[in-house]
């Protein structure tokens, strides 16, 4: 499948996957300087792109684990969605929930894209719904109700 990919700024980056099987292709910061995000504050930082994903598909703006994980930095909506028609430039909204301070400089990766296919579907009111083993539990009613951080599996 072939996505176009406009660039906004000659400095723009054009998506793409670090590895053969990367489900993500990286998005780049598209900066003139470098922005500090300070602890607990939200940035909004451009890519210097804008896509045009195929009807019956979206883009998802994912994290990439290195930031999150070892600095706290994610998009501050969890998972960003852009809509085949839409066609402005693709911002990422970094928040940085760590204690320290976090510097992104020109062209760093701040996120991935990964394209997926949409279902259409409508939505229908009922007075009830179909029983199941499960019904109505949620967090953590199938089992796993303990955070667990390391050792023997359960």
Do not use: W
């Not at 909506?77 to 301070?101: A, F, K, M, T, W």
């Amino acid at each position: 499948m072939m996505v176009k990919v406009k660039k906004l700024s000659s400095e723009a980056v054009l998506p793409h996957r670090a590895t053969e099987y990367s489900a993500g292709a990286d998005l780049h910061a598209c900066i003139p300087a470098a922005i500090t995000i300070a602890p607990g504050e939200t940035v909004k930082i451009g890519t210097g792109i804008a896509l045009e994903t195929p009807v019956g598909y979206a883009a998802f703006l994912y994290g990439r684990s290195g930031l999150g994980v070892k600095h706290g930095i994610a998009p501050a909506n969890c998972v960003g969605v852009c809509d085949s028609d839409y066609r402005g430039e693709v911002i990422i909204g970094l928040h940085n929930h760590s204690q320290e301070p976090f510097i992104i400089q020109p062209n760093d990766r701040i996120a991935q894209v990964v394209i997926a296919p949409i279902l259409e579907v409508e939505f229908q009111e009922a007075e009830e719904l179909s029983d199941t083993q499960r019904g109505s539990g949620g967090f953590g009613s199938t089992g796993i109700s303990q955070k667990r951080i390391g050792g023997e599996p359960g």
